[in-house]
T-cell receptor
Framework: NAGVTQTPKFQVLKTGQSMTLQCAQDMNHNSMYWYRQDPGMGLRLIYYSASEGTTDKGEVPNGYNVSRLNKREFSLRLESAAPSQTSVYFC??????????FGDGTRLSIL | GQQVMQIPQYQHVQEGEDFTTYCNSSTTLSNIQWYKQRPGGHPVFLIQLVKSGEVKKQKRLTFQFGEAKKNSSLHITATQTTDVGTYFCAGPTGYALNFGKGTSLLVTP
């Protein structure tokens, strides 16, 4: 009963490197989300996908791209990582505006 | 756009004391959701309130939704060390949720 699975759990990058954070859900949810969490800032929405084939910007989309690969998978890409993108990244899924289920998070450090 | 504000940002209590966190939205909400995040963990859904004036209880936790559906509160009676964590409220905006910044609760034995 996996729920929402995120990989990797930890990553250290150098400034300018690129990487993709992976997220998969097994609950057949239509909606998927990417958040970043910084101390004192709560959860800020980066991008979301209301349904397969659609993506929309959230509150803090700059420097990120997303791909809704299929109904199960929603990836987040950093093309050229910057120290300001050091954060904990959470993926979540839900059925519409119903309660969201979160993954365990990816702790990303950019040097 | 819609803003969801929570107070206080931090609360430190002695075990056995009560705790309350307040959530206010700049717009009327169709529902409000509460989540708990343990230190080092991920947010976990606690409850959803839908009706104006609704009150729901989960053991020592009492959740209220205001009459105008713009504010909500979470009250914990007789806190325990297991209540430690950050409590978030969230209101729907389109297909997404707008989270408050959370209230971090520390409970000292």
């Amino acid at each position: 009963n996996a729920g929402v699975t995120q990989t990797p759990k930890f990553q250290v990058l150098k400034t300018g490197q690129s990487m993709t954070l992976q997220c998969a859900q097994d609950m057949n949810h239509n909606s998927m989300y990417w958040y970043r969490q910084d101390p004192g800032m709560g959860l800020r929405l980066i991008y979301y996908s209301a349904s397969e084939g659609t993506t929309d910007k959230g509150e803090v989309p700059n420097g990120y791209n997303v791909s809704r690969l299929n109904k199960r998978e929603f990836s987040l890409r950093l093309e050229s990582a910057a120290p300001s993108q050091t954060s904990v990244y959470f993926c979540a899924s839900s059925e519409g505006i119903q309660p969201q289920h979160f993954g365990d998070g990816t702790r990303l450090s950019i040097l | 756009g819609q803003q969801v504000m929570q107070i206080p940002q931090y609360q430190h209590v002695q075990e056995g004391e009560d705790f309350t966190t307040y959530c206010n939205s700049s717009t009327t909400l169709s529902n409000i959701q509460w989540y708990k995040q343990r230190p080092g963990g991920h947010p976990v859904f606690l409850i959803q309130l839908v009706k104006s004036g609704e009150v729901k209880k989960q053991k020592r936790l009492t959740f209220q939704f205001g009459e105008a559906k713009k504010n909500s509160s979470l009250h914990i009676t007789a806190t325990q060390t297991t209540d430690v964590g950050t409590y978030f409220c969230a209101g729907p905006t389109g297909y997404a949720l707008n989270f408050g910044k959370g209230t971090s609760l520390l409970v000292t034995p």
